[in-house]
């Protein structure tokens, strides 16, 4: 249901990429139901953006791979994408990291 309701409130949207705001609402809803792995498999199959990439990012250190989440924020660091992107992926990044240290 809650797809659902982000894929239409995606074609409100008054700015941005409305399939972008779809496939990110709709994977942090899967997320929420607990199917991470889902979540991960919708943003991999969506059009390549930054912002894509850091909720893969994020849903990946969530899905506990964070060598691939790491992988991929650091790659997107790299490329210069807005500060927004870049706030998020920074964010992140140390929230792997303090998990990895509490480890």
Do not use: C, H, W
């Amino acid at each position: 249901m809650a797809e659902k309701i982000f894929r239409a409130l995606s074609l409100l949207a008054p700015e941005g990429d409305p399939a972008e705001a779809a496939t990110i609402g709709s994977a942090l809803a899967i997320a929420g139901q607990g199917r991470v792995d889902d979540a991960v498999e919708r943003l991999r199959g969506a059009e390549p953006s930054d912002t894509i990439s850091v909720y893969l990012g994020i849903m990946l250190g969530r899905a506990g791979r964070e060598d691939e989440a790491i992988e991929i924020l650091t790659d997107l660091l790299a490329t210069g994408p807005d500060p927004e992107n870049a706030a998020l992926a920074e964010g992140a990044l140390s929230e792997i990291e303090a998990g990895r240290a509490e480890s």
